[in-house]
T-cell receptor
């Protein structure tokens, strides 16, 4: 069974601060995929990133960066120089290599204040 | 190309009524997945369908819920005799091949069901 834990329920920061969202996962699969999604106040689900378990390189995309550490089963997400538009709920998710079911964490609500 | 479309976006029902949620997958996608997001929670898998077949309904409540994906037309998630606990956001996703691994699921905007 797959399990994703996002221990932080809510994070509030002031604009331009950095914010890191934690994601810890459990799986027995040797090959698996990790995801991050953003859910803005409008409610839709926006895909941010997918990483496979064999690629432990950290990734940066603009102000977003991801730190994948297999040794600690973590896939953390950092927003640098946060902006008000980053206010949203962020979900970490996991699937096995042949598993169509995505297992989602409970989400972290990020509020960026001007 | 249009993405996954869901309608209605918002649906209000009184207890005991029926709710019908529609999902039109990305054109050419023959695999559809439904997820439910209860308040303050992450999404939970409900059912996986291919055209005219239910492949996996392990996440569906045993009673009152049903899903279909006919040969023509959208996928339908049907909830009979709704109760307040059914209030949630229901998301549909689709994929051109079986999702998993490199095969991505594309999510729709969701339908928010409120049961009064």
């Amino acid at each position: 069974a797959q399990k994703v834990t996002q221990a932080q329920t809510e994070i509030s920061v002031v604009e331009k601060e950095d914010v890191t969202l934690d994601c810890v996962y459990e799986t027995r699969d040797t090959t698996y995929y990790l995801f991050w999604y953003k859910q803005p106040p409008s409610g839709e689900l926006v895909f941010l990133i997918r990483r496979n378990s064999f690629d432990e390189q950290n990734e940066i995309s603009g102000r977003y960066s991801w730190n994948f550490q297999k040794s600690t089963s973590s896939f953390n997400f950092t927003i640098t120089a946060s902006q008000v538009v980053d206010s949203a709920v962020y979900f970490c998710a996991l699937s096995g290599s042949n598993d169509y079911k995505l297992s989602f964490g409970a989400g972290t609500t990020v509020t960026v204040r001007a | 190309n249009a993405g996954v479309m869901q309608n209605p976006r918002h649906l209000v029902r009184r207890r005991g009524q029926e709710a019908r949620l529609r999902c039109s997958p990305v054109k050419g996608h023959s695999h559809v997945y439904w997820y439910r997001q209860l308040p303050e929670e992450g999404l939970k898998f409900m059912v996986y369908l291919q055209k005219e077949n239910i492949i996996d309904e392990s996440g569906m409540p045993k009673e009152r819920f049903s899903a279909e994906f006919p040969k023509e037309g959208p996928s339908i998630l049907r909830i009979q005799q709704v109760v307040r606990g059914d209030s949630a956001a229901y998301f549909c996703a689709s994929s051109p091949r079986l999702a998993g691994g490199e095969n991505e699921q594309f999510f729709g905007p969701g339908t928010r069901l409120t049961v009064l």
